[in-house]
């Protein structure tokens, strides 16, 4: 052993399905400086600025709202507002397609940097995921603002439920976000696909209607495994008449986890040839 070897960063393989929490978090700084130049680009020469955040859930509330408001209150029996029921879930959607959108593109976005220098590779969706839990915690002033405006009751010891729900969406987009991100290196196709796959995402997740809109058990089912609706549940019950429905926040839960480590598996399994690829 030479002295000099002290100073040698020897760089191991990780596990497939190790996270590495450690080393990310020794990358604090840079951790920090990916996520606000995300803000400071997503909002560079808007005239309106973190206002977009509020103008979309807004305007696709009054869209569901005036289309389908009346249609699915009479047939679900929703006994809350649905401009209320419909924002809660746009603001989940929110956090969800753009932190999605931003993670998968996120690799390819940054392949000159990936090329140049060492860090964990992860930094870079996970910076994308945290610039757009900026948002969600403007999308939620709004939606108390809306809960004081309808008048609505509220269940206060469910705010609780709030950082659980942030939680569940944040390791459901990630974990999605990790496998479209890592595919997106291989197979640029991605990047073209990615808006259709949103788009059909936002279909057939609770978020303008109820998971109780069917009465076919396996759609139900189908419904209660997909991984936004746990989060959804959660934040819809910190209204006072919603009934929370359990069974649905764990079959998420349980969806939520097998995306996650699909994704952390097919990220760690490719990683090592990014430079290669990107």
Do not use: C
């Not at 191991?12 to 020794?26: A, H, R, T």
């Not at 977009?52 to 209150?73: D, E, R």
């Not at 108390?144 to 950082?163: E, I, S």
């Amino acid at each position: 052993m030479y002295p000099e070897d002290k100073y040698l960063l020897e760089i191991k393989p990780k596990s497939k399905f190790s996270f590495g929490f450690k080393e990310i978090l020794s990358y604090w700084e840079l951790l920090y400086f990916f996520t606000w130049r995300e803000i400071k680009v997503k909002y560079k020469q808007t005239v309106l600025g973190f206002l977009w955040v509020i103008l979309q859930p807004v305007l696709m509330t009054l869209v569901f709202t005036f289309f389908l408001g009346s249609a699915i209150t009479n047939m679900t029996k929703l006994n809350i507002p649905y401009p209320l029921f419909a924002l809660s879930g746009m603001v989940i959607w929110s956090f969800f397609s753009s932190g999605l959108s931003n993670a998968a593109n996120s690799m390819v976005n940054n392949s000159n940097i990936i090329k140049k220098v060492y860090f964990p590779r992860l930094i870079i969706p996970f910076s994308a995921i945290l610039s757009s839990s900026i948002d969600f915690m403007i999308s939620l002033g709004l939606l108390f603002a809306a809960l004081l405006y309808f008048g609505a009751p509220v269940n206060w010891l469910h705010l609780l439920y709030l950082p659980l729900a942030l939680i569940m969406i944040s390791f459901a987009t990630l974990g999605i976000g990790m496998f479209l991100a890592a595919l997106n290196i291989k197979y640029r196709d991605v990047r073209y696909m990615l808006p259709f796959f949103i788009q059909g995402m936002l279909f057939i997740s609770p978020i303008m209607f109820p998971v109780s809109i069917s009465n076919n058990a396996i759609a139900t089912t189908i419904l209660q495994f997909n991984p936004v609706a746990g989060a959804l549940e959660l934040i819809r019950s910190i209204f006072g008449n919603y009934e929370l429905n359990w069974m649905t926040v764990g079959y998420s839960s349980i969806s939520t986890l097998v995306f996650f480590l699909i994704g952390l598996y097919y990220f760690r399994k490719t990683e090592a040839y990014f430079a290669d690829l990107a």
